[in-house]
Every structure is written in structure tokens, then in C-alpha cells.
């Protein structure tokens, strides 16, 4: 069974600074798995922040940003605001046309 | 722009067969892949599997092989979804997704398809 982890909720200041990450249960996150990272506000539809570990979206502020840091992605927001406060998701592709996702991290800015 | 626009909500029984489209537009719609994820309530993000529009390729998610069927008509620039046999644990939303330029994420999401299996 392939399974990404991310914490199920992490809290932060506004105006502070939190990294999600993102581990696999078959080893380490390396950019072969191209991961990527999307955020759902409740009621909507995802929007994607970052793909393939480091690259952000069109349109996606520069305080978004994504890394692989030890043997997970991380994605670190910076100068945290209350409409970032949102569920986050890190998506693993396995290649072969298969992805996996992570069960969302529920960021609180508080 | 990119656009993805979805039918709209369906309500089933149990043991029925449901069949969502996504019309695209704003893009040449034969040169990118369409994949389709779903959320049940309260729950997480699923992915379901994805289809090429340039050739039809399929692949599903294990979970989903042998109920699910994904198809495309390059015509009207539409992907569709069939989901068969449906049961209560089906319900969800479900989204579809186009695959971006280098085919390991997703760069326009549909406005999501909530379907209700209910007796």
C-alpha cells in the first residue's frame, strides 16, 4: 500500500512563516516523483500552487514556494494571510500515469 | 483562458450506472490528458484515473478498474466519466482535471460534479 503523509492540521500566525510536508511510505520524496501541491478552500473546486517540487503556478504568489528538504517536500508559505487558511494537498507522481495523494494538511492562521 | 465546465449534479440508486462529462475549451483540446478525481464528504481528494485526448489511452486507478470507464469526444471537446455500479461510498464530487505540460500534475480543475447515491 502506497501511502503520502502530511500532517492533518498545523496552525500559524498571521504574518508568520509554516512548512507542510509531505512523506512517502516507500522511502524518501525525490523530484523523480514530480511532487506537487494544491489548496481547497471548502465548497471549491482545488487550485494548483506548485508542481514538480518547486515550480509555482501561474498566478500563485511568491510566498508560496515548494522543496524537497531531507527525505520530504515541503511547501512553505511565507507571511502567512487569512485567506491562505485552506486544506493542502501533496500529490506524488509514481509514473506510469499514476498519482497519489496525501491526506491534506488544514492550515489554520490564527 | 482554460476552462473546464462539468455537467451537472446527478442523484442514483444504488447499482446504477453514472456518467459525468467535462467540456474544455480555451485550448487545443486533442494535446493534453484529462484526469478525473473525486471527494466524498468531509473526506480527502481521490485520484480516479486519466485519458489521453490525443489517443484515448486510459489508465484507472486499481481501486476503480472494472467499474470505471473514461472516454473523449475530440468533436465536441468533451471528457466524460462512467462510473458503473454505483454504491453509497460513490458519492462524492467528483472533478476533472487537465493534465499539464510535462504529465505529473494538474492545471485547471472543472468546477466539480457532486453525485448522490441514495436509495
Known amino acids: 500500500q502506497t501511502v503520502v503523509t502530511q500532517e492533518p492540521s498545523v496552525s500559524v500566525s498571521p504574518g508568520g512563516t509554516v512548512t507542510l510536508t509531505c512523506g512517502f511510505s516507500s522511502g524518501s520524496v525525490s523530484t523523480p516523483y514530480y511532487p506537487s501541491w494544491y489548496q481547497q478552500t471548502p465548497g471549491q473546486a482545488p487550485r494548483t500552487l506548485i508542481y514538480?517540487?518547486?515550480t509555482r503556478s501561474s498566478g500563485v504568489p511568491d510566498r508560496f514556494s515548494g522543496s524537497i528538504l531531507g527525505n520530504k517536500a515541503v511547501l512553505t508559505i511565507t507571511g502567512a494571510q487569512a485567506d491562505d487558511e485552506s486544506v493542502y494537498y501533496c500529490?506524488?507522481?509514481?509514473?506510469?500515469?499514476?498519482?497519489?495523494f496525501g491526506g491534506g494538511t488544514k492550515l489554520t492562521v490564527l | 483562458q482554460v476552462q473546464l465546465v462539468q455537467s451537472g449534479a446527478e442523484v442514483k440508486q444504488p447499482g446504477a450506472s453514472v456518467k459525468v462529462s467535462c467540456k474544455a475549451s480555451?485550448?487545443?483540446?486533442?494535446?493534453?490528458?484529462i484526469s478525473w478525481l473525486r471527494q466524498a464528504p468531509g473526506q480527502g481528494l481521490e485520484w480516479v484515473g486519466w485519458i489521453s485526448a490525443y489517443n484515448g489511452y486510459t489508465k484507472y486507478a486499481q481501486d476503480f478498474q472494472g467499474r470505471v470507464t473514461m472516454t473523449t469526444d475530440t468533436s465536441t471537446t468533451t471528457a466524460y466519466m462512467e462510473l458503473r455500479t454505483l454504491r453509497s461510498d460513490d458519492t462524492a464530487v467528483y472533478y476533472c482535471?487537465?493534465?499539464?505540460?510535462?504529465?505529473?500534475?494538474?492545471?485547471?480543475w472543472g468546477q466539480g460534479t457532486l453525485v448522490s447515491v441514495s436509495s
Open positions: 500529490v506524488l507522481y509514481l509514473g506510469n500515469g499514476i498519482w497519489v
Open positions: 514538480s517540487t518547486n
Open positions: 482535471s487537465r493534465i499539464g505540460d510535462s504529465g505529473s500534475y494538474w492545471d485547471n
Open positions: 480555451g485550448y487545443s483540446f486533442s494535446n493534453y490528458g
